[in-house]
């Protein structure tokens, strides 16, 4: 049998480069160790975002959500908008973790964990949306299904329940998928660390040995978990768009909302991969495990949900054009002519016009272009998002309510402190948790050595 191409198994990694399983260690286990005064500054930066917003929030809590720039009859903000972002970020690690892994797509190894951690972390940013949009916090209990003595229960109309159930399956199986698939590698962690790092793999590593039994446990785990994780891709992000679809609203009521938000999420997750692990592959030399071959293939997903994207984008308007319905031409015809038309164009072109430039192989391996456009892409994401809520609800049929949102500065700090909300927990990841899956990756690499050395 003719072995494969060198270059074929390993993500373009050659067998004769390929790092022994001490040399993969070494690599991995290394980006846990130490800190740096660059690694300080951007996490008290992000540490400070969180605190400036989580400041504001309390003085909204105090003052109510009169500072808030809700105007009749726009009464679903940025909050909501940052709401429907974060979990659109999230997607990226489900697909790459379950459905990739069900059709063994290798090269999703060498970025499925820190996926995976994005999605977790984002499910919890997400979350906080939900309350803070509702702004009595301590109300909260009354979206949760629970015996009390006033004989109150639940509004299943509420868009804002279906968003707590959304959000409650998608973090739980979130989490529980993260963790099982750490757990080899934390085991790895455990044999070669001391002290308080030690006692705390020991313990998250659950007692693993690597033998055959819990090899074979694990394996099947995780083919379960991919299998019930799936659905979450089309379910969480349906359930989602189902808070705008199932309005009257113009430019809301449509049936493309499930398959154009799904798809929109994916492309914003995978652009949030890109922005994250670009920096960390530069700065810790991880350019031997994430290699221009992923990158490619992440580009390609980009690219083919741009596409679907772009085409959801013109099918709105030619359907407002071509039914006819007054409301629905003067609701779109606002978002690219009216007071949101700075929007909508930041939208169209961030995320149908610029990742054309990837139908060219340079730019899907380039890496400053890649960087440079996930940046762009998550700017019209979350701007996509704002045309959407904001713009639909700013015209609706009746002239006499129209209105003008303007985001005020209590929104857009707390915002901007949920990104440092995320960037924190992401940067306390990389130094406790290994970023790549370093016994995938050990898989990858014995096979291409048993496969492709000496040719």
Known sequence: MTPPPAESVAGMIRPAEIPRDSQANRDLLGVMDGVSLGYFGVLALAVGAMLCAGGVWIYQVYKGLGIAGYAHPIFWGVYIVTFVFWVGIAHAGTLISAILYLFRAKWRNAINRSAEAMTVFAVLTAAQFLGIHVGRIWKSYFILPYPNQRGLWINFKSPLLWDTFAIGTYATISIVFF?????????IARDRATGWRKVLYTVLSLGWQGTSRQWKAHNRSVLHL???????????HSVVSWDFAMSIVPGWHA???????VAGAIFSGFAMVLTVMIPVRRIYGLERYITSYHFENMSRFILLTSLIVGYAYLSEYFIAWYGGVEAEQTAFWSRAFGPYWISTWVMILCNAVFPQILWWKKARTHVPTLFILSVLINIGMWFERYVI???GLSREYVPAVWGVYTPSWPELLIVMGS???????FLIFLKLFP???IAEIKELEIHARAHGEGH
């Open 226 to 236: 991919s299998g019930l994780a799936t659905p979450l891709v089309l379910s969480v």
């Open 179 to 187: 963790y099982v698939g750490l757990v080899p590698d934390l085991a």
């Open 389 to 391: 809520i904001i713009s």
């Open 255 to 261: 049936t493309i909302f499930g398959p154009y938000f």
């Open 419 to 425: 990104f440092g909300f995320f960037c924190q927990f």
């Open 435 to 437: 970023v790549i899956a």
